[in-house]
């Protein structure tokens, strides 16, 4: 019965977790994007497999309104994509809000200096709610500012739209993105579970766009980990402990151990 209640309470520090709107990417890795409809600010329809066409793709979500993350987050995989100096990649920028107009998506093309290139489009209404939840991306509308919050988040997708790597915040390491875009390439995709818990030790801040260390996370974590840590110490250790003292108390030419 013991045994038992080891998976029941790893169940429940893990549902105890805090939720946030940080996305889950050990949720979605690997997992294929649906191949939904955008209007890109030419008025074009396209697929999503169209704009891949073939290459792997760094998509991030915006809106035209942001005046706080939403332009660094531009900046940062200009800056990015600048260091990388490939071709074999296409960058995708989703609007998100349904207030925006193609006038706004030309409109932040042109104040943000959006390079020809790259592909500015809106989602909206079912292929809005379909991305996001495929690629869990939540976001919500704050009266107060008129503004929303969301996540920084930069997506990256292999040729045949599957989710391969996620980086957070509105600056990208260009050697880490460099990999991550090989790994695409390939089909690879980058699951790495001591990162994601790592994630979770941080709280996304929709006010400051910034990640501050969750400390009621980790105090449930810890505190969850002392009743683990003192039944495996019961269960496992001592027993280990108590043979290896008969071990070395044992005379010498001694019987077995009963």
Do not use: Q
């Amino acid at each position: 019965m013991a045994p038992l209640l080891v998976p029941l309470l790893l169940s429940f520090l893990f549902y105890s977790f805090p939720k946030d709107i940080v996305p889950d990417a050990e949720k979605v890795l690997s997992k294929k994007v649906p191949d939904v409809n955008l209007l890109t600010d030419g008025g074009r329809k396209v697929k999503l497999s169209e704009i891949a066409d073939g290459k792997p793709v760094l998509l991030s979500f915006v809106y035209t309104g942001c005046t706080s993350s939403c332009p660094l987050i531009v900046k940062g995989i200009k800056e990015a994509v600048n260091d990388l100096n490939r071709t074999d990649l296409r960058v995708l920028l989703v609007d998100f809000d349904g207030r925006d107009t193609l006038e706004d998506l030309r409109r932040f093309r042109e104040v943000k200096r959006i390079p020809e290139g790259w592909t500015v489009a809106k989602a909206e209404g079912e292929d809005l709610a379909v991305l996001t939840s495929s690629l869990d991306f939540k976001f919500f509308y704050d009266e107060r500012t008129d503004m929303f919050a969301h996540p920084n988040v930069l997506v990256v997708l292999t040729p045949d739209l599957r989710v391969s790597s996620y980086f957070l915040g509105v600056s990208y390491d260009t050697e880490k993105l460099a990999e991550a875009v090989t790994r695409a390439s390939r089909g690879e995709v980058s699951l790495d579970p001591i990162r994601s818990l790592i994630l979770k030790c941080f709280r996304y801040d929709p006010i400051t766009g910034t990640y501050t260390v969750d400390w009621s996370f980790i105090a449930m974590l810890v505190g969850g980990l002392i009743p683990l840590l003192s039944m495996a110490y019961f269960l496992f250790l001592r027993n280990l402990t108590v043979n290896i003292r008969k071990v070395l108390n044992r005379p010498a030419g001694g019987g077995e151990l009963s």
